[in-house]
T-cell receptor, first 110, second 117 residues
Framework: SQQGEEDPQALSIQEGENATMNCSYK?????LQWYRQNSGRGLVHLIL?????REKHSGRLRVTLDTSKKSSSLLITASRAADTASYFC??????????FGRGTSLIVHP | GAVVSQHPSWVICKSGTSVKIECRSL??????MFWYRQFPKQSLMLMAT?????????EQGVEKDKFLINHASLTLSTLTVTSAHPEDSSFYIC?????????????FGEGSRLTVL
């Protein structure tokens, strides 16, 4: 199984600030994905970055991938209170069984 | 809109009873579905992989007789918690990969919160 570990475990910021969270993994991958989970809900896929990509953007989200360091970062720019959620990364390698770390709990204060 | 539907969203039951949770893929066929369990402020713990037409693959430490999984069709997988006890109270989430261009992207149900009294 592939597992990502997110860092920090908790992040508290003010609305308008940027939020950065990181993900580290141990084995080679084909892709890395970031998910969001609102409290008591299922996970929602945010963005996927392939192993041959270094950076990807989607709206206010920016994801980077450094395969040499086996790490990825998710940046949320100009955060909003509605961005308050837990964020998880998951890695993929061919026919994989996805596993998740503990996630980063983000709180954005209005 | 949702592409994976999970039902019920919450259930309260008495100790000793069995509870069935359904996971449906709405507009695609899912030969594989994953069942997770999540405790408050914890990670999603993979319980088992549900395979259409064959037996489920359980993760180490997960009791297969306790958590019965049936992948009855290409769009439906069910998880039955048998003889539930308070320690089985948790948030159960299913997911299915929709292999668009082999992206590996997962679609999740909204989860089912089980409370065993």
């Amino acid at each position: 199984s592939q597992q990502g570990e997110e860092d920090p475990q908790a992040l508290s910021i003010q609305e308008g600030e940027n939020a950065t969270m990181n993900c580290s993994y141990k084995t080679s991958i084909n892709n890395l994905q970031w998910y969001r989970q609102n409290s008591g809900r299922g996970l929602v896929h945010l963005i996927l970055i392939r192993s041959n990509e270094r950076e990807k953007h989607s709206g206010r989200l920016r994801v980077t991938l450094d395969t040499s360091k086996k790490s990825s970062s998710l940046l949320i720019t100009a955060s909003r209170a509605a961005d308050t959620a837990s964020y998880f990364c998951a890695t993929g390698r061919g026919s994989y069984i996805p596993t998740f770390g503990r996630g980063t709990s983000l709180i954005v204060h209005p | 809109g949702a592409v994976v539907s999970q039902h019920p969203s919450w259930v309260i039951c008495k100790s000793g009873t069995s509870v069935k949770i359904e996971c449906r893929s709405l507009d695609f066929q899912a030969t594989t579905m994953f069942w997770y369990r999540q405790f408050p402020k914890q990670s999603l713990m993979l319980m088992a992989t549900s395979n259409e037409g064959s037996k489920a693959t359980y993760e180490q430490g997960v009791e297969k007789d306790k958590f019965l999984i049936n992948h009855a069709s290409l769009t439906l997988s069910t998880l039955t918690v048998t003889s539930a006890h308070p320690e089985d109270s948790s948030f159960y989430i299913c997911s299915a990969p929709r292999r668009r261009a082999n992206t590996g992207e997962l679609f999740f149900g909204e989860g089912s919160r089980l409370t065993v009294l």
